[in-house]
């Protein structure tokens, strides 16, 4: 199930490269690795690979949570439309 998901989040997941935020991030990084020597950008580099990789976990968590509760919630409103329909 949780493949499928995976998919499903994928499918709708658009990176906006025009978010201001984005654009920030690309011109901090792009000012401190001037400033660094070549072992320290490999620090940043690293720690922003750790970043990305941290934040496509918490996002798919979060998908799937959100999609269970869905599933939960469906599934009581059918077993309440069913006792209000006898």
Same mark, same amino acid.
């Given at each position: 199930? *949780?493949?499928i $998901?995976? !998919?499903?989040?994928?499918?709708?997941?658009? =990176?906006d490269? *025009?978010?201001? $935020?984005?654009?920030?991030? +690309?011109? #901090?990084? !792009?000012?401190l690795?001037?400033?660094?020597?070549? %072992?320290?950008?490999?620090?940043? $580099?690293?720690?922003? *690979? #750790?970043? &990305?990789?941290?934040?496509?976990? #918490?996002?798919?968590k %979060? /998908?799937?949570?959100? /999609?269970?509760? %869905?599933? =939960?919630l469906?599934?009581?409103?059918? %077993? /309440?439309? &069913? +006792? #209000?329909?006898?």
């Amino acid at each position: 199930m *949780d493949t499928i $998901l995976e !998919q499903l989040l994928s499918q709708y997941t658009v =990176k906006d490269k *025009d978010n201001p $935020l984005e654009q920030e991030i +690309t011109q #901090c990084h !792009q000012t401190l690795i001037q400033h660094l020597s070549k %072992a320290d950008r490999r620090v940043v $580099l690293r720690i922003m *690979d #750790c970043y &990305g990789h941290l934040e496509c976990q #918490c996002t798919l968590k %979060a /998908f799937q949570t959100g /999609f269970y509760l %869905a599933w =939960k919630l469906s599934q009581e409103l059918h %077993a /309440f439309e &069913g +006792t #209000c329909n006898q």
